[in-house]
């Protein structure tokens, strides 16, 4: 398994600024994600993030809103920007171990509220 | 990848089993199952995963039917800890996994 934490683990913004939150494991991985949990929802996947290489965004998330950093095989940033009370979200980042069949480790997450 | 249907919730007295089923009619011969839960205010934890023999670990069991359509996860004694969503998620093997497409789940709730 894999010890991750995110930091801020909270925090209240107001509309219009930006957020950077910042993701650490303790070990090193290739894959990192980043998920986004509305209020009362399941998880959507924002991006997939390796390192060396640039983000790779699903369908409805950009890089403009949700610019993402890899600069190491430990560490990851996501950005949200120019703020709206529709991004009041829980961000969460997670890595992928294992063999066959994947697992994936999820962070603490990092709850968002814009107002 | 196949879709899967889950019982929004369910009860489950503390010390007895908690038995979660799956449907995953249409789940294809390379795809695995895993399941996640979700415990209030914390990220998703793995739990466990199988391709078609039945699998157990320290957390669960998976018990998964020789057609591969539907598959169940026990927790042989359940706790008030254990109360969680519990997701169901089919994928494909090879490469990465990356996008673990969430559904409602099932809502656990485990009972003194």
């Known amino acids: 398994s894999a010890v991750i934490s995110q930091k801020p683990s909270r925090d209240i913004c107001q509309r219009g600024t930006s957020l950077t939150i910042q993701c650490q494991v303790d070990?090193?991985?290739?894959?990192m994600f980043w998920y986004r949990q509305q209020p009362g929802q399941s998880l959507t996947l924002i991006a997939t993030a390796n390192q060396g290489s640039e983000a790779t965004y699903e369908s409805g998330f950009v890089i403009d809103k949700f610019p993402i950093s890899r600069p190491n095989l430990t560490f990851s940033t996501l950005t949200v920007s120019n703020m709206s009370p529709e991004d009041s979200s829980i961000y969460l980042c997670s890595v992928e171990l294992g063999q066959v069949g994947l697992e994936q480790y999820f962070g603490p997450g990092t709850r968002l509220t814009v107002t | 990848d196949a879709k899967t249907t889950q019982p929004p919730s369910m009860d489950c007295a503390e010390g007895r089993a908690a038995n979660l089923p799956c449907n995953h009619s249409t789940i294809s011969g390379n795809e695995y199952v895993y399941w996640y839960r979700q415990i209030h205010s914390q990220g998703p934890q793995y739990i466990i995963h199988?391709?078609?023999n039945n699998e157990t670990n320290e957390m669960a069991s998976l018990i998964i039917t020789e057609d591969r359509k539907s598959s169940t996860l026990i927790l042989p004694h359940a706790t008030l800890r254990d109360t969680a969503v519990y997701y169901c998620i089919v994928l494909r093997t090879g490469g990465s996994q990356g996008n673990l497409i969430f559904g409602k789940g099932t809502k656990l709730s485990v009972k003194p």
């Open positions: 199988g391709l078609k």
């Open positions: 070990s090193q991985v290739t894959m």
